[in-house]
């Protein structure tokens, strides 16, 4: 039987994770090889006529999956009928810049786009924020866009999470698939905490901790965090733009898992609004561990928090909280 299109916006399309997203999305990666797609992409005035490009682009690798795309730079003609919203577009944090700095500009972006996605996308449409300030940016668009159910507004952490994994692979060699269960508590920044005390690798005798297989406190204390805290400022120091296709390949993973579920027994991570779960303030977009099912997700409860968790949960919960208010001073 024919299924219908599900209609893909996103935002910033012409810039470059969203050059290097909008073909994952035609080619399945998102939603699954079975499910045909209609991708919306919205960029601004100065950036029409690179959008152009990118429409030929899709028209011209023939995608059997695509059956139809609109490129505008109308918030409200992107934002149509549109099931899954990424939203990509902002301005992008330069070398030497933190998060904070680029909070004026994106915020009111944010705001703006949270009337336009209420108004125009579908009653269920499931938000994903990846511009930086993500969380605080997702927060806006929640606060801003209240008809849209808190639970439909999420942001990517999810790369943040790969890289974890993709660090754990790399010390025990061992291939990333068999890493499972790695969690990012927090802010998509440098305060997040990347924990392994609930991690495991499958090996050929079974499943083992992390912790053990790793055994070196100091390394997991010290270089395993802030390694994963810095790699998005790493990956600008070497190529002088910021990650676009590890970030584009996440986006796919984070919106695949919350619609098709989470595999079996594996956890991952999303910025979702904080229920008051593990004594985060209710209300913050904050990144837990989730599994999905149906086209929800659920935070994993009952995890047992020690002293230096508490202290780097609280931490970036903190500072979530000093950027929402900064992100209200930009608003007046
Ligand atoms: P980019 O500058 O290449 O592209 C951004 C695009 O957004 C540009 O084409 C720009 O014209 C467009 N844009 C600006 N204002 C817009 C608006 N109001 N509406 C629609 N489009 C608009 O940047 P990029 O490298 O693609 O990064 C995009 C964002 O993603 C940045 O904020 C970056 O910091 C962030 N990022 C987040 C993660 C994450 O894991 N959450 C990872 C990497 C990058
Ligand atoms: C990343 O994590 O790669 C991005 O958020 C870019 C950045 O600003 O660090």
Known sequence: MATDPLRVLVTGAAGQIGYALVPMIARGAMLGPDQPVIIHMLDIDPAAEALKGVRMELIDAAFPLLKGVVATTDAAEACTGVNIAVMVGGFPRKEGMERKDVMSKNVSIYKAQASALEKHAAADCKVLVVANPANTNALILKEFAPSIPEKNITCLTRLDHNRALGQISERLNVHVGDVKNVIIWGNHSSTQYPDVNHATVTTSSGKKPVRELINDDNWLKTEFITTV????????????????????????????????????????????????????????????????????????????????????????????????????????
């Open 229 to 332: 805290q810095q790699r998005g400022a790493a990956i600008i120091k070497a190529r002088k733009l910021s990650s676009a296709l590890s970030a584009a390949s996440s986006a796919c993973d984070h919106i695949r898992d919350w619609v098709l579920g989470t595999p079996k027994e594996r956890w991952v991570s999303m910025g979702v609004y904080s229920d008051g779960s593990y004594g985060i303030q209710p209300g913050l977009i904050y990144s837990f561990p989730v599994t999905c099912e149906k086209g929800e997700w659920s935070i994993v409860q009952g995890l047992k928090i020690d002293e230096f968790s508490r202290a780097k949960l609280d931490a970036t919960a903190q500072e979530l909280m000093e950027e929402k208010q900064l992100a209200y001073l930009c608003l007046n």
